[in-house]
C-alpha cells in the first residue's frame, strides 16, 4: 500500500529517506517557501519500507506544475504508478527523479525504465565526489595531493582555527560572507530568506551545522570562511560555502575542508558527499574548474550518478514544453555572450 505519510511518522521517515533533500525536515523548509509538498510512503505489513518526498513547483502563467523527487532511492514499480496518479492530480507536466544512486548500481526493474525518459533538462550535476570516512586520518591525508597537504599545514600554521557556531550572529555572519562571495565570483545564490527558512528549519533537528574559519583575537578577530554541512543518516554533506578575500593567501578553506573531514568522523559519518562536481575531464575554462581541482586535492572519488529522469503523462505537452526550455537556454547563452 501507498498512502500520504503522516507527521507522526516523521522518525520513520527520516530513517527509510536517504539523503538530506529527503528529509521530513526538507518538505517542512521547502513547504515555508510556499513550494507544494507531498510525503509518499510504502507500506508492507504495515511497515514503511519506501518513501518518496515531492515537490510541486508552478510553470508561469500556466496551469500546469513541475514535480521534482531528488536524491531518492531507485523507486519501486508501485511507487512509478502513484507517482503518475499524483501528476495527474497536480497537472504537472512532469516529475522529475534524481536519484541519489551511483551510476553502475542502477538496476532499476522493467517496469520502472519504460516509464522514465532520460530528461534533457538536468537540475543536479551529473558527478561529485565522494570521500570515505571509515578510514584514518593518516591514510586520509596520505591520499590527498601533495599540494593540498602543503595548504593545510600552512593554514595551521599562520593561525586559522576552525570552530561549530550555530549561533544566531554566527549565522549572519555566514549571509553576509555569502552575500560578498555571490558577488564576487557573479553566481547565482539563493536568497537572504531562503537560506534563512532552511537554517530555522534544518539545524534545530541537527541537520545542519554552520563551522567558521577564524583568524586573530578580540577587536582583530575575522571570520574567513563559513560552511554549512548536513549530516544525515551516517552522511556528510557540504551543501554551502562562503568566503571572504581577506587573508586568503593563508588558506582558510583547505583547513576548513580538512576540519570538516574530521568533524564527520568524529560524528559518526562513514562518508562525505561534496554536493557535486564537473566531469572527469572538466573544462579549465569552466566557471565551476577551481571549486573541482579544489574538492579532488582531497583525495576523494568522482562518482557519476545514475542520471536525472522524467515521468510524465503528457507527451505532448512535454514536448513542447522541453522544446521552451531549449530555445530560453540558447537566449540566455546568447544574451550572456554580449555582456
Given at each position: 500500500?501507498?498512502?500520504?505519510?503522516?507527521?507522526?511518522?516523521?522518525?520513520?521517515?527520516?530513517?527509510?529517506?536517504?539523503?538530506?533533500?529527503?528529509?521530513?525536515e526538507?518538505?517542512?523548509?521547502?513547504?515555508?517557501?510556499?513550494?507544494?509538498?507531498?510525503?509518499?510512503?510504502?507500506?508492507?505489513?504495515?511497515?514503511?519500507?519506501?518513501?518518496?518526498?515531492?515537490t510541486?513547483?508552478?510553470?508561469?502563467?500556466?496551469?500546469?506544475?513541475?514535480?521534482?523527487?531528488p536524491?531518492g532511492?531507485i523507486?519501486?514499480?508501485?511507487?512509478?504508478?502513484?507517482?503518475?496518479?499524483?501528476g495527474?492530480?497536480k497537472n504537472?507536466?512532469?516529475?522529475?527523479?534524481e536519484?541519489?544512486?551511483?551510476?553502475?548500481?542502477?538496476?532499476?526493474g522493467?517496469?520502472?525504465?519504460k516509464?522514465?525518459?532520460?530528461?534533457p533538462?538536468?537540475?543536479?550535476?551529473?558527478?561529485t565526489?565522494?570521500?570515505?570516512?571509515?578510514?584514518?586520518?593518516?591514510?586520509?591525508?596520505?591520499?590527498?595531493?601533495?599540494?593540498?597537504?602543503?595548504n593545510?599545514?600552512?593554514?595551521?600554521?599562520?593561525?586559522?582555527?576552525?570552530?561549530?557556531?550555530?549561533?544566531?550572529?554566527a549565522?549572519?555572519?555566514?549571509?553576509?560572507?555569502?552575500?560578498?562571495?555571490?558577488?564576487?565570483?557573479?553566481?547565482?545564490?539563493?536568497?537572504e530568506?531562503?537560506?534563512?527558512?532552511m537554517?530555522?528549519?534544518?539545524?534545530?533537528?541537527?541537520?545542519?551545522?554552520l563551522?567558521l574559519?577564524?583568524?586573530?583575537?578580540?577587536?582583530?578577530?575575522?571570520?574567513?570562511?563559513a560552511?554549512?554541512?548536513f549530516?544525515?543518516?551516517?552522511?556528510?554533506?557540504?551543501?554551502?560555502?562562503?568566503?571572504?578575500?581577506?587573508?586568503?593567501?593563508f588558506?582558510p578553506?583547505n583547513?576548513?575542508?580538512w576540519?570538516?573531514?574530521?568533524?564527520?568522523?568524529k560524528?559518526?559519518?562513514?562518508?562525505f558527499?561534496?554536493?557535486?562536481?564537473?566531469?572527469?575531464?572538466?573544462?579549465?575554462?569552466?566557471?565551476?574548474?577551481?571549486?573541482?581541482?579544489?574538492?579532488e586535492?582531497?583525495?576523494?572519488?568522482?562518482?557519476?550518478?545514475?542520471g536525472?529522469?522524467d515521468?510524465?503523462?503528457?507527451?505532448?505537452?512535454?514536448?513542447?514544453?522541453?522544446?521552451?526550455?531549449?530555445l530560453?537556454?540558447?537566449?540566455?547563452?546568447?544574451?550572456?555572450?554580449?555582456?
Amino acid at each position: 500500500m501507498i498512502r500520504i505519510v503522516e507527521k507522526n511518522e516523521r522518525v520513520a521517515f527520516n530513517k527509510v529517506a536517504g539523503h538530506p533533500l529527503q528529509s521530513w525536515e526538507w518538505g517542512e523548509f521547502r513547504l515555508k517557501t510556499g513550494i507544494d509538498v507531498v510525503r509518499l510512503g510504502r507500506y508492507v505489513k504495515d511497515k514503511l519500507t519506501e518513501t518518496a518526498l515531492v515537490t510541486f513547483h508552478p510553470v508561469p502563467f500556466t496551469s500546469y506544475s513541475i514535480g521534482y523527487f531528488p536524491k531518492g532511492k531507485i523507486p519501486s514499480g508501485e511507487l512509478i504508478r502513484k507517482l503518475t496518479e499524483l501528476g495527474d492530480q497536480k497537472n504537472a507536466i512532469l516529475i522529475k527523479l534524481e536519484p541519489d544512486i551511483e551510476k553502475k548500481d542502477f538496476h532499476a526493474g522493467v517496469d520502472v525504465v519504460k516509464h522514465l525518459l532520460p530528461s534533457p533538462h538536468p537540475l543536479f550535476t551529473r558527478y561529485t565526489f565522494r570521500l570515505d570516512l571509515t578510514a584514518s586520518e593518516d591514510l586520509l591525508l596520505s591520499a590527498m595531493h601533495p599540494k593540498t597537504r602543503y595548504n593545510i599545514r600552512l593554514s595551521q600554521k599562520k593561525g586559522i582555527r576552525i570552530i561549530e557556531d550555530n549561533s544566531p550572529e554566527a549565522f549572519e555572519t555566514y549571509l553576509q560572507l555569502l552575500k560578498e562571495t555571490t558577488i564576487r565570483q557573479k553566481f547565482f545564490a539563493h536568497t537572504e530568506k531562503y537560506h534563512r527558512l532552511m537554517w530555522e528549519t534544518m539545524h534545530p533537528t541537527g541537520i545542519a551545522r554552520l563551522l567558521l574559519a577564524k583568524h586573530g583575537g578580540g577587536e582583530d578577530e575575522k571570520v574567513l570562511v563559513a560552511w554549512i554541512v548536513f549530516l544525515f543518516n551516517g552522511v556528510l554533506y557540504y551543501p554551502y560555502g562562503a568566503s571572504s578575500l581577506q587573508l586568503r593567501q593563508f588558506m582558510p578553506s583547505n583547513l576548513m575542508m580538512w576540519e570538516v573531514i574530521r568533524y564527520g568522523k568524529k560524528h559518526g559519518a562513514n562518508l562525505f558527499d561534496m554536493w557535486g562536481a564537473l566531469d572527469p575531464d572538466p573544462d579549465p575554462k569552466d566557471p565551476w574548474y577551481g571549486f573541482h581541482k579544489f574538492k579532488e586535492g582531497y583525495g576523494a572519488k568522482l562518482t557519476e550518478f545514475a542520471g536525472s529522469f522524467d515521468l510524465t503523462a503528457k507527451p505532448l505537452t512535454y514536448r513542447l514544453f522541453n522544446g521552451l526550455q531549449q530555445l530560453r537556454e540558447i537566449y540566455l547563452k546568447l544574451k550572456a555572450s554580449l555582456r
